[in-house]
Nanobody
Framework: QVQLIESGGGLVQSGGSLRLSCAAS????????MGWFRQAPGKEREFVAA????????DYADSVKGRFTISADSAKNTVYLQMNSLKPEDTAVYYC?????????????????WGLGTHVTVSS
């Protein structure tokens, strides 16, 4: 089992920045690919970003490319999502997820462990 706890969400003005953190515990963290997903009110969950277990492969949704950066600190068992130039349409609950393999995935169904989420609200 892997336990994931997200933090860092909050209210920010359009154009601002936030950094989300996802602290993992349980199984060997370094063997898991990690991802960030989000779900806005009334919408389906969508992929945001993912990083392979070695950190050499990352993937982003087109909507966040150039604005968001995913990174991992294996010593701290923590994954980060730096979000810059935030827009009102980035408002959502952001979830951290872990796969049981080290390869990045963009589908929620590919992930086996999920955090409870952290709220991000971007005001216009």
């Amino acid at each position: 089992q892997v336990q994931l706890i997200e933090s860092g969400g909050g209210l920010v003005q359009s154009g601002g920045s936030l950094r989300l953190s996802c602290a993992a515990s349980g199984r060997t963290f370094s063997r898991h690919a990690m991802g960030w997903f989000r779900q806005a009110p009334g919408k389906e969950r969508e992929f945001v970003a993912a990083i392979g277990w070695s950190g050499d492969r990352v993937d982003y949704a087109d909507s966040v490319k150039g604005r968001f950066t995913i990174s991992a600190d294996s010593a701290k068992n923590t994954v980060y999502l730096q979000m810059n130039s935030l827009k009102p349409e980035d408002t959502a609950v952001y979830y951290c997820a872990a796969r049981q393999v080290g390869i990045v995935g963009v589908q929620g169904e590919e992930y086996h462990f999920w955090g409870l989420g952290t709220h991000v609200t971007v005001s216009s």
